[in-house]
């Protein structure tokens, strides 16, 4: 059974004071690891996929990274808007069970 | 171009009945899943089908069921509503398995 566990639960940052969320996973075969953003009352906002280890991708203040048994949103120097709750999120495949959701991060930046 | 669309928004429903909740994926997205979201349990998987066909279901109880359409617009039905199926429904539609998810904003379904 997929796994997929975020920490910390709740993060609060003062504006530009960067930092790095964790999502850590167990999968028989991962085939992608997503990062989302979601808003209180909407659905949530794709941010990227990762599909090897070693792999990165960046979007703006975010930068995404990948190894065999986590992942690492890192965000620089954030600003307000960037408070939301960031989950992850793993697919195996195998017929098994869609994606598999973290409980996210709830993140908090201070002006 | 536009994306998921879910209908309705928000629903207020009373235990025993059941609901009908829609969603149009973004067109040229075959592929249609549904998940439910509780401030306890976080997102779970429902269902997914491609193709008009489920070729995936999580660990729900039956009265959880869905279906998709040849234009690949999908339904999800909840017979015998449970004060616990009060919850935010997110359908999400893809090009292929492991390509980005595009969620709508939801149904929020609150069951008295």
């Known amino acids: 059974e997929d796994q997929v566990t975020q920490s910390p639960e709740a993060l609060r940052l003062q504006e530009g004071e960067s930092s790095s969320l964790n999502c850590s996973y167990t999968v028989s075969g991962l085939r992608g690891l997503f990062w989302y953003r979601q808003d209180p009352g909407k659905g949530p906002e794709f941010l990227f996929t990762?599909?090897?280890a070693g792999e990165e991708k960046e979007k703006e203040r975010l930068k995404a990274t990948l190894t065999k048994k986590e992942s690492f949103l890192h965000i620089t120097a954030p600003k307000p808007e960037d408070s939301a709750t960031y989950l992850c999120a793993v697919y195996s495949g195998g017929g098994a069970d869609g994606l598999t959701f973290g409980k996210g991060t709830h993140l908090i930046i201070q002006p | 171009k536009a994306g998921v669309t879910q209908t309705p928004r928000y629903l207020i429903k009373t235990r025993g009945q059941q609901v009908t909740l829609s969603c149009s994926p973004i067109?040229?997205?075959?592929?249609v899943s549904w998940y439910q979201q509780t401030p306890g349990q976080g997102l779970q998987f429902l269902f997914e089908?491609?193709?008009?066909?489920?070729?995936n279901k999580g660990n729900f109880p039956g009265r959880f069921s869905g279906r998709q359409f040849s234009n690949s617009r999908s339904e999800m039905n909840v017979s015998t509503l449970e004060l616990g199926d009060s919850a935010l429904y997110l359908c999400?539609?893809?090009?292929?398995?492991?390509?980005?998810?595009?969620f709508g904003s939801g149904t929020r379904l609150t069951v008295v």
């Open positions: 990762l599909y090897s």
């Open positions: 089908y491609f193709s008009e066909t489920q070729r």
């Open positions: 067109s040229g997205h075959r592929s």
């Open positions: 999400a539609s893809s090009l292929t398995d492991n390509y980005g998810y595009t």
